[in-house]
């Protein structure tokens, strides 16, 4: 072996890791699951259209959420309440087409799931069926632990969402931290042991003190995704529109900012007024003959 070659250990590091592994495939539930066994963090973004998931998938993002934070990000919606089944299964499947690598995870909306356990089987298969997602994600703990079973019966993997549940803003009055105080940190590990106990593949974790996020990390053998959970979780999801900067207003504590593509996209969209308004577009080379 000569100094330039890869050792065997590199081989095999590349050979699993989530970013620079496998690329014939889609990443599964497996390959997650071993990453939380060698202690690899990983990252996932949402996605609602074909050519953002595209742009993800090429830098590597292992899984993707088609998250029905869609109503706030590109439905005008106020929260997500609003968002349907049909809006779901439009949006998954545009990012399945995007995608060849990437886990596609989907959200189960308001009122898809809430029901009754067959009615989130129901709507389950669907995303399943028609938009080709690799898993669903459903929020609630303990109060949706049957139907997390009965999806994971059925060969669905499932992601569940614990803490702040954004559907659930009316009965919140607003999208405050959980977890704080004795009582609300026993009921949120009660909640993690209950979801992996039902089945479910890794957990989210939304707005919960860092220190219970880390908890229920060492206490999990299912990877927890964190949304504002601290640095120790196995994983850290973001909206895309945070994290690049294109959501107008204030942005959560919880979000980093990569860039500022909203300046980018308007400083872009006001030198084209510029250059039709002056006669400089369309040019010759823009010009068929």
């Known amino acids: 072996m000569n100094a330039s070659s890869p050792s065997p250990a590199q081989n095999q590091a590349t050979t699993t890791s989530l970013y620079g592994g496998v690329t014939n495939r889609r990443v599964t539930v497996r390959d997650l699951a071993?990453?939380?066994q060698r202690g690899e963090k990983w990252s996932m973004l949402?996605?609602?259209?074909?050519?953002?998931?595209?742009?993800?998938?090429?830098a590597g993002t292992p899984v993707l959420l088609v998250g029905?934070?869609?109503?706030?990000?590109?439905?005008?919606?106020e929260t997500t309440v609003p968002v349907t089944m049909d809006q779901m299964v439009m949006l998954s499947a545009a990012v399945v087409r995007g995608t060849k690598r990437a886990m596609i995870v989907a959200d189960l909306p308001f009122g898809s799931y809430q029901e009754s356990p067959a009615q989130a089987m129901h709507n389950a298969a669907r995303l399943m069926k028609e938009a080709g997602v690799g898993a669903v994600k459903l929020e609630g703990g303990e109060r949706s632990a049957?139907?997390?079973?009965l999806l994971v019966e059925a060969g669905i993997p499932v992601m569940a969402h614990i803490?702040?549940?954004?559907?659930?803003?009316?009965a919140y009055g607003g999208y405050p931290v959980q977890g704080r105080g004795d009582e609300a940190a026993h009921q949120l590990l009660r909640d993690a042991k209950a979801v992996q106990q039902s089945g479910a593949f890794a957990v989210v974790l939304e707005a919960v003190p860092a220190e219970l996020a880390a908890q229920v990390t060492e206490q999990l053998m299912i990877p927890t995704v964190g949304i504002g959970g601290g640095p120790d979780t196995d994983a850290?999801?973001?909206?895309?529109?945070?994290?690049?900067?294109?959501?107008?207003?204030?942005?959560?504590?919880?979000?980093?900012?990569?860039?500022?593509?909203?300046?980018?996209?308007?400083?872009?969209?006001?030198?084209?007024?510029e250059d039709v308004r002056g006669g400089a577009f369309p040019a010759e080379e823009h010009s068929f003959h």
């Not at 934070?69 to 005008?76: K, R, T, V």
Request: include cysteine; proline fraction near 3%.
């Open 236 to 273: 850290q999801v973001l909206v895309w529109t945070d994290m690049a900067g294109m959501t107008a207003g204030r942005v959560p504590k919880f979000v980093k900012q990569y860039a500022d593509l909203r300046a980018v996209l308007g400083d872009a969209a006001r030198a084209f007024a």
């Open 68 to 77: 029905d934070s869609a109503g706030n990000c590109h439905l005008g919606y």
């Open 146 to 149: 049957r139907s997390i079973e």
């Open 163 to 170: 803490g702040l549940t954004p559907q659930s803003v009316h």
């Open 34 to 36: 071993a990453a939380k």
């Open 46 to 58: 949402t996605a609602y259209d074909a050519l953002t998931a595209g742009v993800f998938d090429e």
